[in-house]
């Protein structure tokens, strides 16, 4: 403890002689000079863009009944919420407390004095609050003083002033409010306990009863400072009737309306639990949330998810120990700065070297946060765990209608969310539980409250469409300026409560606007049409200026036309476009367009809200697949219409199965069937044959010889003509015969040849079965001449092997030969 008291001894000096050197350093030094003094008072900042501060002391028990762990586990609880404070201008103590039993002893030890929990503040927040884990025997006693920890952290947070940039607070109990909420944090793991500190009395007994009687008054005292008490107890020994009577003697006044922001008691098994019942406790009291994340030793990734509707938040890390080394990843997968800014977000680290670790966050991205943990051997075997508090603290857009209303006269509020980026609140269970409500206050009248409602009940519109509705008369005495402020209130949401100014409207109005906005999609880069109705009751024209508010960042929105002149005496309606820039982003279109009198100190004539919704474009087959479509399917019913004509066509030329009869005196001598394939594109080639001693017969023939052929042929309508060897086409009727040379010709149309029948097979008197006409040796019945007029023929009784000779032979006859071996065979492949 010596050494301690040196260490700030030292550092005493250091200030002091610092100071002498700012003073001689002339107007150059002030600003360094105020920056000093930043720990009571802070630097200045819009309340507007951040969360309310708090100012809040977290009073740890460190009597005898607690052991080393105890004392470690309340001490990174304390570290926790010190270093998880979302507001940079809020302030924080942190004390400790036991009894005063003998001379040198003192009940309470204030381990870190108030400092504002800026970006410095939470270093020292981090150093000091470790010197919870050493109790100073022969400085605080055993027991447990809870008047004097009171009395101390009530000292401190009274004695305050208020935090930067505070605005008003709210009580319920009749105390007036403070101007920054002021709350205490209790831990303890058993009941007052004063029987041996002196100072209470002169024996056990009155001590006790002075002491019971003590915490009633530092209760009260409490309760008329405004600071809240939240008591938090761990462990079996604990005096619940204690903890239920501190949180209801001390200020009974809440962040919001919603349950559970008022001051309670809360009571956990062991000291284990206490880092995450605090951080809750915490969370409640400030009207933030909790969302809690992964737990794992190092190496390792955790995870914690942050809600869209978050505008500033912390990730804490509960490392246990400082050689653990942390690294950030947002939702897409980028590390993020540990300070600075960073895709519209602001980073801020504290804890780097303690036992708990805290990355604010302004703005952070929604979505699940990564973060990855290393820890150098020996330091592996304590598990880490990560948090995220945060709070939304919503913008209101909020339009009158009518935008400035007569005395008397009822007006309509609506009022929608959107966060600091410009994303419009859609999605009604994001803000389930919310309370909302407007204030009213102008010239001439009392301010009043009145509800809006988001129920579908008259005169909301629709249920869930996260508009909020409400209505409300203004007064008969209202003279001039008016102000509208909106309340919104959900766990963890708060609004701005940025004002709505507006102004009495005349009793006659001299001119009347309406604005109405197509509610149709569009694409970046498109436009919005709109119109514009205006009345003009004035014998004078008045110019009215179209304009944009609250617009969607990045929407790059124009207006036109503006200005538009409105002619005296009558109505007149004006179609405009709002024009987005060709990056706008896609969602829903924020902010709203407004008309004013430019002649009437810009008077709010009317407003209506950009109700629509940016899609992106569509792509060439978005716009064209039905065209495409419908010619594809066009292409092909052509396609298949062509198909089946020609298969129509080849069929009713083709011939197959057609038998021509060749006829001598109404004789048939030979008949020949076309065989599939045999007629290409309705052509079929033949001659006669007149083997010598042998009836004629009918032969398909093929390649040059064509020329020389007779030809059959069937066009695509079926219709038959024949083509004699050198001779013109004459027509054939199936049936019926046709001269062909010394012969007849008929031709009948039958179908495809029976199975098993060879391609253009002939028949007739003698000729062999399913080949072609065969007679008997020496032909007899056969009157014709005995030649051939086909090549490669012989006569009946050729020599064998002479195929070729077209004279007769002489030797014995084969009874069944064109051209003897062979020959049969060559005949046949022509078919």
């Known amino acids: 403890m010596r050494e301690k008291k040196m260490q700030w001894t030292n550092r005493g000096s250091v200030l002091l002689l610092a100071g002498a050197l700012l003073a001689l350093s002339g107007p150059l030094a002030a600003p360094a000079a105020t920056g000093a003094a930043r720990t009571v008072a802070g630097p200045a900042a819009d309340p507007a863009e951040g969360p309310d501060p708090i100012d809040f002391a977290v009073v740890v028990d460190q009597s005898a009944s607690l052991a080393q762990k105890d004392l470690d586990r309340e001490t990174d609880a304390a570290a926790l919420i010190a270093q998880g404070e979302i507001s940079e201008r809020s302030r924080a103590t942190v004390i400790g407390f036991g009894s005063s039993e003998k001379p040198g002893q003192s009940p309470v030890r204030e381990v870190c004095p108030l400092v504002v929990a800026d970006a410095a503040g939470r270093e020292r927040l981090s150093a000091c609050v470790q010197e919870l884990r050493r109790r100073d025997t022969a400085r605080l006693g055993p027991g447990t003083d809870f008047p004097a920890a009171i009395r101390q952290a009530v000292a401190r947070l009274a004695g305050a002033g208020p935090a930067p940039g505070a605005g008003p607070g709210a009580g319920t109990d009749g105390a007036k409010p403070p101007a920054t909420p002021k709350v205490l944090f209790l831990l303890t793991d058993g009941r007052l306990d004063v029987a041996d500190s002196p100072e209470y009395g002169t024996d056990p007994d009155s001590r006790r009863a002075n002491g019971a ?59 284990a639990e206490i880092d995450k019942a605090l951080q809750e406790t915490f969370a409640a009291a400030r009207c933030a949330r909790v969302a809690h994340g992964t737990v794992g030793r190092p190496p390792a990734d955790l995870t914690v998810t942050i809600p869209p509707l978050a505008t500033d938040g912390s990730l804490t890390v509960s490392k246990h120990d400082p050689k653990v080394r942390v690294t950030y990843y947002d939702p897409a997968g980028r590390e993020v700065p540990v300070r600075g800014e960073f895709d519209g977000s602001a980073f801020e680290v504290s804890g780097q070297d303690g036992p708990v670790e805290a990355l604010r966050v302004k703005n952070p991205l929604p979505g699940p946060w990564r973060v990855h943990i290393e820890a150098p051997e020996g330091h592996r075997d304590r598990e880490v765990a990560v948090r995220a508090i945060w709070q939304g603290r919503l913008r209101s857009d909020v339009t009158l209608d009518p935008a400035s209303p007569r005395a008397g006269e009822k007006v309509t509020v609506q009022v929608r969310m959107q ?88 009793d006659a109005p001299l001119l009347t606007a309406g604005l109405t906005v197509d509610r149709a999609p569009v694409h970046p880069g498109g436009t919005v049409r709109g119109t514009l109705d205006v009345t003009n009751n004035d014998s004078a024209p008045h110019t009215l200026r179209l304009a944009l508010q609250d617009g969607s960042p990045g929407a790059g929105l124009a207006v036109s036309p503006t200005p538009v002149t409105a002619p005296p005496g009558r109505s007149t309606r004006v179609p405009f476009t709002v024009t987005l820039g060709r990056d706008a982003p896609l969602g829903e279109l924020g902010g709203r367009i407004a008309v004013v009198d430019t002649a009437d100190g810009d008077l709010v004539l009317d407003t209506a809200f950009l109700d629509v919704r940016v899609e992106a474009p569509p792509t060439w087959w978005d716009r064209w697949w039905k065209h495409v479509a419908a010619g594809a399917a066009l292409l092909l019913a052509l396609a298949a219409l062509a198909a089946v004509r020609l298969a129509v066509r080849r069929r009713r030329r083709d011939l197959t199965g057609a038998v021509l009869e060749l006829h001598r005196e109404g004789r048939s001598l030979f008949k020949l069937t076309v065989g599939p394939g045999r007629s290409r594109n309705g052509v079929f080639a033949f001659t006669v044959d007149e083997p010598y001693g042998a009836p004629p017969t009918l032969r398909r023939v093929g390649g040059t010889a064509v020329s020389t052929a007779h030809v059959l042929r069937r066009d695509g309508a079926g219709a038959l003509t024949l083509r004699p060897r050198g001779g013109a086409r004459v027509p054939v009727v199936p049936g019926e015969p046709i001269g062909l040379d010394a012969y007849e010709l008929v031709v009948r149309s039958g179908g495809t040849a029976a199975p098993g029948t060879r391609s253009g097979a002939g028949s007739g008197p003698g000729a062999r079965p399913g080949v072609r006409s065969a007679g008997a040796p020496g032909s007899r019945g056969f009157p014709w001449p005995r030649r051939s007029r086909a090549p490669g023929g012989t006569g009946t009784g050729a020599a064998p092997g002479r195929g070729s000779d077209p004279g007769s032979g002489s030797g014995p006859g084969t009874g069944a030969g064109f051209g003897g071996p062979g020959g049969s065979d060559a005949y046949d492949r022509n078919f």
């Open 213 to 271: 009687r003590r915490l009633t008054e530092e209760l009260a005292r409490a309760r008329a400072a405004g600071v809240q008490i939240w008591p938090l107890g761990f462990g079996t020994e604990i005096d619940r009737a204690a903890l239920t009577a501190m949180a209801a003697g001390g200020h009974r006044g809440a962040c919001s309306d919603v349950p559970g922001s008022a001051p309670h008691p809360r009571v956990v098994g062991t000291s």
């Open 419 to 506: 966060t600091r980026r410009g994303v419009v609140i859609t999605d009604p269970r994001q803000l389930a539980g919310l309370r909302a409500s407007a204030e009213l206050s102008g010239a001439g009248f009392a301010p009043f409250a009145f509800r809006l409602a988001d129920d579908g009940r008259a005169p909301d519109a629709k249920a869930g469409d996260v508009r909020f509705t409400g209505t409300f008369t203004l007064p008969a005495g209202a003279t001039g300026d008016l102000e509208l402020v909106t309340r919104m209130e959900a766990p963890g949401i708060t609004s701005d409560r940025r004002p709505l100014h507006a102004r009495r409207g005349e």
